[in-house]
């Protein structure tokens, strides 16, 4: 009986641990393959800002093998004064009104809840957390196509934005008489290596 008793407990301790065993995690980072552009508009012309240089880090959950399931985590952190535009005033301009020397960075960092889609190796990854601009956070929701090749997933997407929501004001050159409009809208490119 007491056999009995200890193969019984064996066989449920298995049980239950089995989908521990099976859950994994794939860990990716950001690779130097990575894009970013602010774009806006403005009284006379449209504008952007772009940046090549970024550190981000995702974490996936995977049922049994390699198919991803969930979102564990996702950071992102890219430092303003990387943003560059073909305009050197308005990058100077755009780094001062972001306070750059005082909040030098924007980051973004999930807060567990996430929804992914799957349709063969492309996912739609929807991620919310709380983004940090000038000192200022906000949470916001973040969707982006992810393909996942081998060890390689590369994750395209766009987010609009305001930028009075982060107390920036927007731009203004000539003594007012050219003026950015509020809106903006962010584009990342990022290939990510596990």
């Given at each position: 009986?007491?056999?009995?008793?200890?193969?019984?407990?064996?066989?449920?301790?298995?049980?239950?641990?089995?989908?521990?065993?099976?859950?994994?995690?794939?860990?990716?980072?950001?690779?130097d393959d990575a894009h970013v552009v602010i774009k806006g508009?403005?009284?006379?012309?449209?504008?952007?800002?772009?940046?090549?240089?970024?550190?981000?880090?995702?974490?996936?959950?995977?049922?049994?093998?390699?198919?991803?399931?969930?979102?564990?985590?996702?950071?992102?952190?890219?430092?303003?004064?990387?943003?560059?535009?073909?305009?050197?005033?308005?990058?100077?301009?755009?780094?001062?009104?972001?306070?750059?020397?005082n909040h030098p960075r924007i980051s973004f960092r999930s807060?567990?809840?996430?929804?992914?889609?799957?349709?063969?190796?492309?996912?739609?990854?929807?991620?919310?957390?709380?983004?940090?601009?000038?000192?200022?956070?906000?949470?916001?929701?973040?969707?982006?196509?992810?393909?996942?090749?081998?060890?390689?997933?590369?994750?395209?997407?766009?987010?609009?934005?305001?930028?009075?929501?982060?107390?920036?004001?927007?731009?203004?050159?000539?003594?007012?008489?050219?003026?950015?409009?509020?809106?903006?809208?962010?584009?990342?490119?990022?290939?990510?290596?596990?």
């Amino acid at each position: 009986m007491k056999n009995k008793k200890i193969i019984v407990t064996l066989a449920v301790s298995c049980i239950l641990l089995i989908p521990d065993s099976l859950s994994q995690t794939l860990n990716y980072t950001s690779t130097d393959d990575a894009h970013v552009v602010i774009k806006g508009t403005a009284t006379m012309h449209s504008w952007k800002l772009s940046s090549e240089t970024m550190m981000s880090e995702v974490i996936f959950n995977t049922g049994n093998g390699e198919t991803i399931e969930s979102l564990e985590s996702v950071m992102f952190t890219l430092e303003k004064t990387t943003l560059e535009s073909d305009r050197s005033r308005m990058a100077r301009d755009a780094h001062e009104e972001m306070d750059a020397d005082n909040h030098p960075r924007i980051s973004f960092r999930s807060n567990g809840n996430g929804n992914i889609e799957r349709n063969g190796d492309e996912y739609r990854v929807t991620a919310t957390g709380d983004l940090t601009i000038s000192g200022i956070t906000r949470q916001v929701s973040v969707e982006a196509t992810c393909i996942k090749t081998g060890d390689e997933m590369v994750c395209t997407g766009t987010r609009d934005l305001k930028m009075t929501d982060y107390d920036i004001d927007p731009p203004t050159v000539m003594l007012g008489a050219i003026r950015t409009h509020d809106d903006v809208t962010v584009e990342f490119r990022i290939v990510y290596s596990q």
